[in-house]
């Protein structure tokens, strides 16, 4: 294997990465039996996509902008029954996670973005749909280019996002060696990508690392605050993981002190202090723009509310030491 290009299984999962991999979709797609695929995009993602990829689909479905249960409500019986590949964001690829999962589908998905949705199995179900499945995707399709194509400042606040999943894999429910690996690497790699203000292969890899290893591992405090807050304060995803990530760093370095080292570690800084983990990331978070969740149009008053709700999250019930009410309220609030 070499980081310019490899092919990587999985059990019944292909993660195809590198320069002009893009070019081999069809193939691919048909290589893992997608023949005749539902794609859901949108139209402004529809504009990148290879004639080959629209031509080869059964349906073209674009999905709407919104919360992803209506989302894929909205396209689910255009589906009929197809295999679905997605061809977008993460909230496209949740969208056809949601589909496959509600209708026993297979799912495969094209990234353009630096979401972590096309590495795991996390989604919601579309709605009206009872009872939850967990669906990942099949296949993904991994164009370094194309996964780092947003401009500044969006694409630091989903790196952010990729950087989120790096970290929080290490203290998760599931964490281990393996995951732990590849979360450093992606780790290193994403810092190391917006300090120089590089594009794509850095980024790249390593949000596929940060999202292949929270696939793993299981979701924890950040992602349960983050999740929480977006779905009920409406406020952008990637923006409210750039804004949080450092205050969730700070937060559990006493919990998860050597962990967080080695992140710091990875991101550059020396010694045995595992608040410096929030240390490097807080200025690469602030190359998002927003640095508070004010500005993301969070009022005070929301707190109580999203606390009330981040606790029941499976990210927060199923840790170790859960924070208290007034921890998590103590802790949106440094961030407003």
């Given at each position: 294997?070499?980081?310019?290009?490899?092919?990587?299984?999985?059990?019944?999962?292909?993660?195809?990465?590198?320069?002009?991999?893009?070019?081999?979709?069809?193939?691919?797609?048909?290589?893992?039996?997608?023949?005749?695929?539902?794609?859901?995009?949108?139209?402004?993602?529809?504009?990148?996509?290879?004639?080959?990829?629209?031509?080869?689909?059964?349906?073209?479905?674009?999905?709407?902008?919104?919360?992803?249960?209506?989302?894929?409500?909205?396209?689910?019986?255009?589906?009929?029954?197809?295999?679905?590949?997605?061809?977008?964001?993460?909230?496209?690829?949740?969208?056809?996670?949601?589909?496959?999962?509600?209708?026993?589908?297979?799912?495969?998905?094209?990234?353009?973005?630096?979401?972590?949705?096309?590495?795991?199995?996390?989604?919601?179900?579309?709605?009206?749909?009872?009872?939850?499945?967990?669906?990942?995707?099949?296949?993904?399709?991994?164009?370094?280019?194309?996964?780092?194509?947003?401009?500044?400042?969006?694409?630091?606040?989903?790196?952010?996002?990729?950087?989120?999943?790096?970290?929080?894999?290490?203290?998760?429910?599931?964490?281990?060696?393996?995951?732990?690996?590849?979360?450093?690497?992606?780790?290193?790699?994403?810092?190391?990508?917006?300090?120089?203000?590089?594009?794509?292969?850095?980024?790249?890899?390593?949000?596929?690392?940060?999202?292949?290893?929270?696939?793993?591992?299981?979701?924890?405090?950040?992602?349960?605050?983050?999740?929480?807050?977006?779905?009920?304060?409406?406020?952008?995803?990637?923006?409210?993981?750039?804004?949080?990530?450092?205050?969730?760093?700070?937060?559990?370095?006493?919990?998860?002190?050597?962990?967080?080292?080695?992140?710091?570690?990875?991101?550059?800084?020396?010694?045995?202090?595992?608040?410096?983990?929030?240390?490097?990331?807080?200025?690469?978070?602030?190359?998002?723009?927003?640095?508070?969740?004010?500005?993301?149009?969070?009022?005070?008053?929301?707190?109580?509310?999203?606390?009330?709700?981040?606790?029941?999250?499976?990210?927060?019930?199923?840790?170790?030491?859960a924070p208290t009410r007034s921890e998590l309220t103590s802790l949106l609030g440094a961030a407003l």
């Open positions: 294997m070499t980081t310019d290009g490899f092919r990587f299984r999985d059990g019944e999962r292909l993660i195809a990465f590198g320069e002009g991999v893009l070019d081999q979709a069809p193939e691919l797609i048909s290589a893992q039996g997608l023949d005749g695929y539902a794609l859901l995009t949108t139209e402004r993602a529809q504009r990148a996509a290879p004639a080959a990829l629209l031509e080869g689909a059964g349906v073209v479905l674009h999905v709407a902008p919104g919360p992803v249960p209506e989302c894929a409500a909205a396209v689910r019986d255009r589906v009929e029954g197809r295999p679905v590949v997605t061809f977008g964001g993460g909230r496209v690829v949740d969208a056809g996670k949601a589909v496959a999962a509600a209708d026993g589908l297979r799912t495969g998905a094209i990234p353009t973005t630096l979401a972590g949705s096309s590495f795991t199995p996390f989604h919601r179900m579309p709605a009206g749909v009872d009872g939850y499945g967990l669906v990942r995707p099949v296949l993904a399709v991994c164009e370094p280019g194309l996964m780092a194509s947003a401009p500044m400042p969006d694409l630091a606040a989903t790196a952010m996002n990729a950087l989120a999943h790096a970290s929080e894999s290490l203290y998760a429910p599931g964490a281990n060696p393996v995951s732990e690996g590849a979360a450093l690497r992606g780790a290193a790699l994403i810092a190391t990508g917006l300090a120089s203000d590089a594009r794509g292969h850095g980024l790249a890899l390593g949000a596929l690392l940060g999202g292949y290893a929270v696939g793993t591992t299981g979701l924890g405090l950040h992602h349960a605050l983050c999740q929480t807050i977006v779905r009920t304060a409406g406020t952008p995803h990637a923006q409210t993981n750039a804004v949080m990530l450092p205050h969730s760093l700070r937060f559990m370095a006493p919990r998860a002190s050597d962990e967080l080292c080695r992140l710091a570690r990875a991101l550059g800084r020396e010694g045995t202090d595992p608040t410096q983990s929030a240390d490097a990331v807080t200025p690469l978070a602030a190359r998002a723009g927003a640095t508070r969740l004010g500005e993301l149009g969070l009022a005070a008053e929301a707190i109580p509310a999203i606390v009330e709700a981040a606790l029941s999250h499976r990210g927060i019930a199923g840790m170790d030491a």
